[in-house]
């Protein structure tokens, strides 16, 4: 039986330093992941003058209560959108002024309803060209707290911003969520605030979600990081299109990521699914059927149903994935128009996608849009289709840098049968 051994969860660990850097006290995250978005986190951890200790197997981060250790700082964000998201807002809690920037792909994704939230919360906010998107600049005195209202729509990501930020104030924080996607995300950040001693609870009146965090802090702690479940989704869809068998260990029932849910879209496929406390195992049974699913709380997993969508034996419809639209590229028009360029039939609406069954033409070269999740879903695709070439390749270190080699080696016996594989132009 093949062992996947998938890096620790992106989303985990960008919350983990988050919270440790608020904590009271050293925290030691074990297994955290090394990628260029978690390093560019660390980094502007660094810049705000927090200390992070890094070894191989785990980082140590000397918690801040009081923010900051620097006054002033400038904090580049890179392609990261969890770092781009929460660091300003971890910053607003302190005392300072604080510029942050990041790259020209997440410059151009939106932030604007987080600023706002923040804004209304008192926070002196500027954007330096376009208005809700980077570069910004905080001039920070903390944040009082209170209510305030939030449209999560597009990313489920400025509600954990707040959330987070929400046992720093002085008073507290009521937010009042009127669209709200990828909630599993959300519970995520929740549970994690728990484990770091925080009072958080989810309200709902009938007319309404709104979430309260009480004021008090962090506590440090140690945490494990475990593996990410929307990278593990490669190497479950791998197993379903090629008939073999793959387990995912260290991810279980008792996982916190919303992402494991792609199994049970695989086994409404055809795919044998077994959960385990500890592991997760797919086998591919040789059928795969058509389907209309329901995407919108695991969205970040849309690609990888996309690119085996091919295969099944009727058409694939995914639904309720706007927001894959502003994501590190439009990733609903890249799927559609990776599909095409291997001669697949496809049709797209302003949150869905439907895919015809029919065979990939060999030889394709897939446009990556310098994003990762577009390369490893289409590296799948390539199990069954020869000479599949990418442009970026290397786009896939931001949340897993050793994908092409792991991936490789646990489908090894498969490419060895094939003419070729994906690869560079």
């Given at each position: 039986m093949p062992l996947a051994h998938?890096?620790?969860?992106?989303?985990?660990?960008?919350?983990?330093?988050?919270?440790?850097?608020?904590a009271d006290g050293v925290t030691t995250l074990s297994r955290p992941l090394r990628s260029d978005d978690t390093e560019g986190f660390a980094e502007g951890l660094t810049r705000l003058g927090y200390r992070v200790g890094r070894t191989p197997d785990a980082w140590q981060v000397d918690g801040r209560p009081q923010g900051p250790a620097v006054t002033t700082a400038d904090v580049y964000c890179r392609d990261g959108a969890t770092t781009a998201r929460f660091l300003p807002t971890l910053a607003a809690a302190g005392h300072g002024t604080y510029r942050f920037d990041a790259?020209?792909?997440?410059?151009?994704?939106?932030?604007?309803?987080?600023t706002r939230a923040l804004r209304d919360l008192g926070v002196d906010l500027v954007h330096e060209e376009a208005e809700g998107h980077h570069p910004l600049r905080i001039t920070a005195n903390g944040v009082t707290g209170g209510d305030v209202t939030l449209d999560a729509g597009q990313s489920s990501q400025y509600l954990t911003a707040l959330l987070l930020l929400g046992p720093l104030t002085r008073d507290g924080l009521r937010v009042k969520v009127t669209d709200l996607v990828s909630e599993p995300y959300v519970e995520i950040t929740t549970a994690m605030m728990r484990a770091f001693g925080a009072d958080v609870r989810r309200e709902d009146d009938g007319t309404g979600v709104t979430y309260a965090v009480a004021p008090g802090g962090y506590r440090a702690t140690t945490y494990a990081v475990e593996p990410d479940a929307s990278t593990a989704s490669y190497f479950f869809a791998a197993a379903a299109l090629t008939g073999t068998e793959v387990t995912v260990p260290g991810l279980g029932a008792g996982a916190l990521q919303g992402d494991l849910r792609f199994v049970d879209v695989l086994r409404r496929m055809g795919a044998r699914v077994d959960v385990r406390d500890d592991r997760t195992t797919v086998t591919g049974t040789g059928e795969l059927r058509g389907l209309t699913v329901n995407m919108r709380d695991i969205s970040d997993t849309m690609p990888t149903l996309a690119a085996i969508a091919p295969f099944a034996s009727g058409p694939v419809r995914i639904e309720d994935v706007a927001n894959t639209r502003v994501k590190e590229c439009d990733r609903l028009d890249a799927c559609a128009e990776n599909l095409r360029r291997l001669g697949v039939e496809v049709a797209t609406g302003p949150d869905w996608i439907e895919i015809s069954p029919g065979a990939p033409t060999a030889g394709a070269d897939i446009k990556t849009y310098g994003d990762h999740r577009i390369v490893m879903s289409f590296a799948v695709t390539a199990l069954r289709v020869p000479g599949i070439t990418f442009d970026d390749p290397g786009c896939v270190r931001k949340t897993f840098p050793d994908f092409h080699t792991e991936f490789g080696a646990a489908f090894a016996e498969l490419r060895r049968g094939m003419s070729g594989g994906p690869s560079a132009n």
């Open positions: 998938i890096p620790g969860s992106k989303s985990i660990t960008a919350r983990a330093l988050f919270l440790a850097a608020a790259s020209a792909q997440m410059r151009r994704r939106p932030l604007a309803p987080l």
